[in-house]
């Protein structure tokens, strides 16, 4: 057996370390998933993320660093974590150019949980909630796995609780479920799995309703106050009022975000 010269075994044991510690990361992030839906995922298995069917996805598709546009069209798994859901009020000022944490999808991953829209797969699985009972609201579609329509119900108690300054944000909602792509793109919305609510769009802001300024650059705008946000978090839902291509109407189900 050949001898490995210390300083050399030194060398390559802070590399393995590196590596160790860089997947350790990796993996705990990607670990929320596990948490975030327990009635599908059952662990991760070196770059494997096993489902309970036995079915498994790889977690990394080892391409490497991607840029913004690369990430929204051809994600992996790991990339749904590149940018980290800023829990709490949001810091003063806009989010950073590019900064849109929750847009990176990786289509596989939930079009299995909650079925291909384009197949026809989702809408067996909707079911009716009413929204804001107290109010008047109306009835609203939405999943029922991973227990999202409970967890919109519950948030649809608590913003029956605010007071009336609020109501007009919340109602009419303009719409849940519908199997529709993502404006200027051919990537299924999150509202065709069923996972997403628009609130009153006359009181909400879509950056693509306005124009870049001089240095092409999307100005923020918000009116949707955060108290709103905030019982929707609770629930597991993230909000488009923190993206920097914002859309202040629209949450949608992605608990594994907001673990920490
Ligand atoms: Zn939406």
Redesign the pocket.
Same mark, same amino acid.
């Given at each position: 057996m050949r001898r490995v010269p210390a300083m050399m075994l030194a060398y390559c044991m802070s590399l393995l370390t590196v590596a160790a510690s860089a997947a350790a990361d990796g993996a705990s992030q990607v670990h929320a998933l596990i948490k975030a839906y327990p009635d599908f995922l059952d662990r991760i298995d070196g770059n494997d993320l096993v489902w309970k069917d036995g079915t498994r996805m790889s977690v990394d598709d080892k391409k490497g660093a991607k840029d913004f546009e690369s990430l929204l069209e051809k994600p992996d798994i790991k990339d749904q974590f590149a940018m980290s859901y800023p829990l709490g009020r949001p810091a003063a000022g806009p989010p950073q150019p590019n900064f849109d944490p929750g847009r990176v999808r990786y289509m596989p991953l939930f079009d299995k949980m909650y079925g291909d829209c384009t197949k026809g797969e989702t809408l067996p699985k909707l079911v009716e909630i009413t929204w804001l009972p107290k109010k008047n609201g109306e009835k609203l579609k939405i999943t029922a796995v991973n227990g999202v329509a409970e967890r919109l119900a519950a948030v649809s108690r608590e913003l029956d609780e605010l007071s009336d300054e609020f109501v007009k944000f919340l109602k009419p909602t #303009?719409?849940t479920y519908n199997c529709r792509v993502i404006a200027g793109t051919d990537r299924i #919305?999150?509202?065709g799995h069923g996972i997403?609510?628009?609130i009153n769009s006359d009181q909400s802001d879509y950056w693509m309703w306005t124009k870049p300024d001089s240095n092409g650059l999307y100005p923020y705008r918000n009116r949707v106050p955060y108290e709103i946000a905030e019982i929707f978090e609770k629930y597991g839902f993230i909000w488009?009022g923190k993206w920097y291509h914002y859309?202040t109407?629209?949450?949608?189900y992605r608990p594994e975000l907001l673990l920490r």
């Open positions: #303009s719409g #919305s999150a509202h997403a609510i628009d488009g859309d109407m629209h949450f949608e």
